[in-house]
């Protein structure tokens, strides 16, 4: 079974940046798409930005321009580096595979605030 470990979230002001992580555990991590998914208060989560196995990435419009997704598969780990956060980007963030699996990790909650 794979588990999915977020970290990197907190408080930030508008325009300020934040690095999410995620570990994962598993083989099936080496061989699968991988997304940043993120929900907000009364939405329903949302596929935030993903990268394929080749490194191959695509994002939603909300965030294209502004926040990067990386991995490094010898370390099993995916990374979400989030730019010129805007209020709009409170949430809380999840790492899944890309098309999500239905187990998820507790996810890392990213405030933007003044």
């Known amino acids: 079974q794979v588990q999915l470990v977020e970290s990197g979230g907190g408080l930030v002001q508008p325009g300020g940046s934040l690095r999410l992580s995620c570990g994962t555990s598993g083989s099936l991590f080496s061989i699968s798409n991988m997304g940043w998914y993120r929900q907000a208060p009364g939405k329903e989560r949302e596929l935030v930005a993903s990268i394929t196995i080749r490194g191959s990435t695509d994002y939603a419009d909300s965030v294209k321009g502004r926040f990067t997704i990386s991995r490094d598969i010898a370390k099993n780990k995916v990374f979400l580096q989030m730019n010129s956060l805007k209020s709009e980007d409170t949430a809380v963030y999840y790492c899944?595979?890309?098309?999500?699996?239905?187990?998820w990790g507790q996810g890392t909650q990213v405030t933007v605030s003044s």
């Open positions: 899944n595979r890309f098309p999500y699996l239905p187990s």
